[in-house]
């Protein structure tokens, strides 16, 4: 039987999936006091990498995308994209469980072993995946009003207190156009829109696959314009030197409430923030390597325990060993991956893909 | 049936143990609160002194002959390092998270101050909202160890009474160290930071007799502001001087002011109720020209002349008056500061940077020997809204 979700639940997984790491660690800060515009082109890039995204879908609706895959590519180039993407959704679920174990390690567990954390955080993703995407679909329609609220509260609290001071954002304009390109991509656009391309794995769960556009072009709408309140909102409180330099500035943000004495320490909603997305990110690239070698398997959900476990300690080793120290980590993450693994993955190879999907089409209607 | 009754116990007995978040715990009797932290510059690193809440004094219903809070020195060559060897002085260890005021020693503040901001802002435990403050003229150490009365711990005494007075006394001014960090880092503005300084006898402060007594003989005063450039303190403002600042950076929020009345002998003090200032930047032959404008709003508070408040034009000229008082009083303060600190706490660059960027860029790396010679107009206007609950003054005569 074919699992089908709901358009709502799709919106919220997009929303949720696009606030996994990036309200946390921020978006466009770098870009100073142009983020806002840093992160309009973003979305505008995502956008448009998503509408790619779903050339495939809008031409085989219920088929599962590594079948697209092997029927566009061929049988043989289009196994060894399988196994490209397999590798590349691993990969980027290790780096965002990094991502968290550090983030968490950093701000409230200072003595707990990286691995605790992953073990009980893949152990939970592990159980959604095996689950299926019904279920990790429900649970975020469950876990987006919380968010939001969360969200809501932090920037309620922030402009009670008077706390958010226009003359942060001042003087407009001040990088010229190529600097504020340089932002946007490819570190903007792929990140974190262009990680849409996972939810390719998801289109044919959709009850309409078709409107599978629309509804993204929703999600990416609302998140992007809420990671943008969010970010400028932190400008605007700490100031562009301490928002650039800080690892957690939304933690250093919501630090700062206080108010009358009765509302202060806030700090747990950001980390409740930080752990429901983070969640959803890893589930969702998880996810998404699993349906793949599920389906190159031919091996069905309920059988495929050992895959899952499996796949799971692959990832939290790798994890591990991605790199020695945050820094180097954050290094990779900024410098290297949005060029040599996301640039690739999410526009050089699809856009191959919809070339000769095009062609494809074209002979057909001939 | 058998196995999955297994693999489930085997799951709930897991997450029981580790979900339970007991790895790095600390219990409540373990740490040590810190309130306070005083930092001063040794002949090789710092001192690093710690006012540590001794909790069954503070919750304590009967009076006892120990003090509420105890202070630990230490000194390191770097601040962690001093931080970490309180452990051999401290029964337990510092918690710092509760940290309501962070003092520089003035020396410290002389040298500079950047090395140790690293520190406050780098380790987790700090949060972000406690106060940072100097201690004018005196070692960090000393003014940790006054004792003050009413607040038991004298961390929160200096904390509240810096919030409470930054709302109702213009001199005074809160700064936290994101804004003491941006200030610092970013062009065209210079940091001030509030000074603390005791009255009276150190040594007596420090003793519980110091609390005994009604008027406790050595106290905490908290109302100057020392004045940076970059990260070393050059001097400080006297009260008027502060007042001023604070009213031209818009900072006051409500406060006293005190005129002396105009061909009378007496006074006239106005309660400020609002006040705003607004600072603009024109650009006359390639130089700068600010103007600021400061009004503000409040009412007669305390009458000590014969006028009669009852007539209009009373109120008009009382009005001007004090406007062209505080003026005086404005660009006085302007001149002091371009003159004797020539540093720009006004951040009247930063103005520049952010209304006319471009020409910004032009003079960026002249701004600081072009600060003390710009030309700055300060114009205050006073609005007086109500006068009280009488109307007149009432005249006592007076014997001869």
Known sequence: MKESITRYQFISLVILFEFGSSI?????????????????LSMIGGILLYWLFTRFVSSYPDTPFPQVLQIVAGPYLGYL???????????????VLRDFTMLTAQTILHETPLIAVSLLFMLVVCFACYLGIEVI????????????????????????????????????FNQDIGEILSFVFPTGVTF???????????????????KSFRYGVTGILYSGTSLLIISVTILMVLGPMIAMNSTVPLLDTISLVNLQGIIQRL??????????????????????AVAMLQYLFRLPRRDSKGLIGFMGILVIILSILISPNFVEHMKEGLDIVPIYVHVPMQMIIPSFLFLLLFIRNKRNNQ | MKRRLLLLSFTLLFLLTSLTGCWSKRELDEIAIATGLGLDKTENGYKFTVQIINPAEVAAKTISTRTAVTTYTSEGRSLFEALRGLTDKAPRKVYLSHIRKVVFGEELARDGISETLDFLTRDHEFRTDFHIAVAKGMEAHDLLTILTPMEKIPANKMYFSMQTSSEYWAPSLIIKIQQLISTILEDGKEPVISGVYNVGDIKRGSNLSNVEDVGAPTDVRVDSLGVFKGDQLIGWMDQLQSTSYNYIMGNVKNTAEYFECKDKEGSITLEVMEASSNKTVTIKDGEPHFNVEVSVEGNIADVECQIDLMKLDTIKQLEKHFSEQLSILFNDTVSDVQEDFKSDVFGFGDLIHRTKPKYWRTIKDGWEEQFPEVEVTVEATVKINRTGTISNPYEFKKEE
């Open chain 1, 24 to 40: 946390i660690v921020g978006l466009g800060l770098e870009a100073k006091q142009n983020a806002w515009l840093v992160i309009l």
């Open chain 1, 81 to 95: 994209f399988i196994w490209v993407y397999i590798a590349y959704f691993l990969y980027i679920a290790a780096r």
């Open chain 1, 137 to 172: 679909a429900r649970t975020s329609e469950l876990f987006l009003p919380f968010i939001l609220l969360m969200g809501g509260l932090f920037l309620m609290f922030v402009f009670i207190m008077d706390l958010p001071k226009i003359h942060h954002l001042q003087p407009f």
């Open chain 1, 192 to 210: 974190p829109f262009g990680e849409l391309i996972v939810f390719t794995i998801i289109f044919h769960h959709l009850e309409d696959p078709l």
């Open chain 1, 267 to 288: 700090d747990p909603i950001v980390i409740i923030i930080m752990v429901i997305t983070g969640f959803f990110k890893i589930t969702i690239f998880f996810y998404a």
